[in-house]
């Protein structure tokens, strides 16, 4: 995958990825976690999501919209802040450290829409795959793609997006302006279970 500053990440990033991050937060913790950061791509820059679940529900979600830093420097601050600076949940615990599951989205280069009308850029949104950001003024938001799993339509993601920016739900302006972008995603559970199907297929 391809993200703003030209890096180019193996399919398997995820393996290398998501230990980056878990060891991050376990070292605020006192916790020591096995990483490895000495692959050449981790060094380019790069921007990503961390996001943090607990029993299936949301426990801090941080991330960077453009790369602006080395890759392994932009996942390693997004989990420390996820676990420790998301103002909407406290402070993540040692004892939830082994409970939490870390999710890792990589975004691709940010796409300005060109749209007529609210309309017009609903109808070029596609579920399931673009990321969006919603800017009016001093106003913005973002969800990941995600999100497109709890919001299955269009013009309810983006109500949502305009909810959160602070906006009516309703609200639509000629000033508005949007951005979309993918994300390649990886979860510690998928990994794991690649793992074990690995091993079954060897036997």
């Given at each position: 995958m391809r993200t703003d500053a030209g890096l180019m990440t193996p399919p398997d990033a995820g393996a290398v990825l998501l230990p980056l991050a878990r060891s991050a937060i376990a070292r605020k913790l006192g916790k020591s976690y096995?990483?490895?950061?000495?692959a050449p791509?981790?060094?380019?820059?790069g921007a990503c999501f961390v996001t943090l679940m607990h029993a299936a529900k949301l426990r801090?979600?941080?991330?960077?919209?453009r790369a602006h830093r080395p890759l392994a420097e932009d996942v390693t601050?997004?989990?420390?802040?996820a676990a420790f600076r998301d103002p909407r949940f406290k402070p993540l615990s040692a004892s939830e450290f082994d409970a939490v599951e870390?999710?890792?989205s990589l975004l691709s280069?940010?796409?300005?829409?060109?749209?007529?009308?609210e309309q017009d850029a609903l109808a070029q949104l596609r579920a399931g795959i673009d990321g969006v950001i919603f800017e009016y003024g001093h106003h913005h938001s973002t969800f990941l793609p995600q999100v497109w799993e709890d919001l299955k339509e269009p013009a309810e993601f983006m109500a949502h997006l305009k909810y959160k920016a602070g906006l009516p739900p309703d609200f639509w302006?000629?000033?508005?302006k949007?951005?979309?972008y993918t994300v390649s995603k990886w979860r510690e559970s998928d990994l794991r279970e690649a793992l074990v199907q690995g091993k079954r297929n060897r036997r």
């Open positions: 096995p990483a490895g950061n000495g791509w981790l060094r380019e820059r801090g979600c941080v991330g960077t919209l601050a997004n989990a420390i802040a870390i999710e890792l280069p940010l796409e300005p829409m060109t749209f007529a009308d302006e000629r000033g508005v949007l951005m979309r």
